[in-house]
Structures are given as structure tokens and as C-alpha cells.
T-cell receptor
Framework: DGGITQSPKYLFRKEGQNVTLSCEQN?????MYWYRQDPGQGLRLIYY???????QKGDIAEGYSVSREKKESFPLTVTSAQKNPTAFYLC????????????FGEGSRLTVL | AQSVTQLGSHVSVSEGALVLLRCNYS??????LFWYVQYPNQGLQLLLK??????LVKGINGFEAEFKKSETSFHLTKPSAHMSDAAEYFC???????????FGKGTRLHILP
């Protein structure tokens, strides 16, 4: 089935460690997105990519990094510079059209111990 | 810059009663508007969207929303609430200016028996 796969679903890390969240899609979508969700804060945009080898910062990019080497993959690295990384992370994709809706993965919950 | 305001972080309605979830947006260009639903520990699922054309949009599960440009609103309604409607609902806005999609903070809908 077509869709977006995020892994791992749950992740624990110690302070000071970098961690990479995986996002893969087989929908042949051009654009991919990473959002962070915290209770009462809605979804906040971290990074997005409209095309391979190109990406833009969202509203809360500090402490995060991404790459887009393949159309179907958009991994997110949460670095030690991110001061409050414990959150639910959602990856999404959509077609190149601005009228298209987002398709979401099931999310990755990161907990920093 | 685009923004979305959802009035009421929690809304409670009785089963069988009207559901009304409010969304107001700010955009300097014609907006594209979306409503998503999220069940616990899952990704988001599209309920409906407005891009152009008819301002009353029908979505899945009996939901609909009306785009009112003069009021900069896109409120979500359902004539008769069902217990399965209990979830968190997000309004989102984008435009043809860029690929950013901005979400509101969400409204958690509680259904009372």
C-alpha cells in the first residue's frame, strides 16, 4: 500500500546525543515536511523540501537538520543543540501542487532522559 | 505571514448535537484551507479542503465547512455528533505563494453520552 513510514515509533535518548528519525514515502510526492507536535501547541513546521537536494527552514528549525538525497526519503536529525527535544514528530508529504493535501505518517515519539 | 487561530482548545457536545469548531485565518493572498483530524498517537487525516470554487465544502464522516472570505473564517460543522468523532481537529492554511502549510493549535472535541 502507498503511504508514509516513520521509524522508530518510540525513541529514547540521553541528553547530548544526536538522533535521526526516518521518513520514507512511496507516494511519488515531490514535497515532504517535518512537524513537531507538543500538547496545546498544534503542529509547528521544522523543515520542508519541495524537491530533491533542496530544503527550507520552517518556523522552528534551530537544533534540527535534514537531508533530501532521494525523492522518497527525508530524514530528520535532532541534534544536541535542540534544547527541548522531547516531542511527537510527524512527517508528511504531498504532490507538487499547492492545493494538494498532506499525507501523514504515524509519528515518532522522542523522549530525552 | 499566514496564521491560523482556532477558538477553543476543548469543545464538548452531547451525542446527537451539532458540532461547531471555529477556525479563522490570516493570509495576504487567496488561501487554501484544510481541516484534519487526529486520533491519539496517530498521524493526521484529511477531513476536507477548500481551494477554489464552491465555498461550502463537504468532507468525510459527515463533516462540512464553509469558506467565508469576508469573515476570514473556515468553521467546521457536523449536524449530529457521534461518539466516534471524539478526537483532535486541526485547521491549516497554505497558499500559492510558497509550500508552507501552517496549522492552528487544535481543538479537542469531547462527545458526551
Amino acid at each position: 500500500d502507498g503511504g508514509i513510514t516513520q521509524s522508530p515509533k518510540y525513541l529514547f535518548r540521553k541528553e547530548g546525543q544526536n538522533v535521526t528519525l526516518s521518513c520514507e514515502q512511496n507516494l511519488n510526492h515531490d514535497a515532504m515536511y517535518w512537524y513537531r507536535q507538543d500538547p496545546g501547541q498544534g503542529l509547528r513546521l521544522i523543515y520542508y523540501s519541495q524537491i530533491v537536494n533542496d530544503f527550507q527552514k520552517g518556523d522552528i528549525a534551530e537544533g534540527y537538520s535534514v537531508s533530501r538525497e532521494k525523492k522518497e526519503s527525508f530524514p530528520l536529525t535532532v541534534t544536541s543543540a535542540q534544547k527541548n527535544p522531547t516531542a511527537f514528530y510527524l512527517c508528511a508529504s504531498r504532490t507538487g501542487s499547492n492545493t494538494g493535501e498532506l499525507f501523514f505518517g504515524e509519528g515518532s515519539r522522542l523522549t530525552v532522559l | 505571514a499566514q496564521s491560523v487561530t482556532q477558538l477553543g482548545s476543548h469543545v464538548s457536545v452531547s451525542e446527537g448535537a451539532l458540532v461547531l469548531l471555529r477556525c479563522n485565518y490570516s493570509s495576504s493572498v487567496p488561501p487554501y484551507l484544510f481541516w484534519y483530524v487526529q486520533y491519539p498517537n496517530q498521524g493526521l487525516q484529511l477531513l476536507l479542503k477548500y481551494t477554489t470554487g464552491a465555498t461550502l465544502v463537504k468532507g468525510i464522516n459527515g463533516f462540512e465547512a464553509e469558506f467565508k472570505k469576508s469573515e476570514t473564517s473556515f468553521h467546521l460543522t457536523k449536524p449530529s455528533a457521534h461518539m466516534s468523532d471524539a478526537a483532535e481537529y486541526f485547521c491549516a492554511v497554505s497558499s500559492n505563494r510558497d509550500d508552507k502549510i501552517i496549522f492552528g493549535k487544535g481543538t479537542r472535541l469531547h462527545i458526551l453520552p
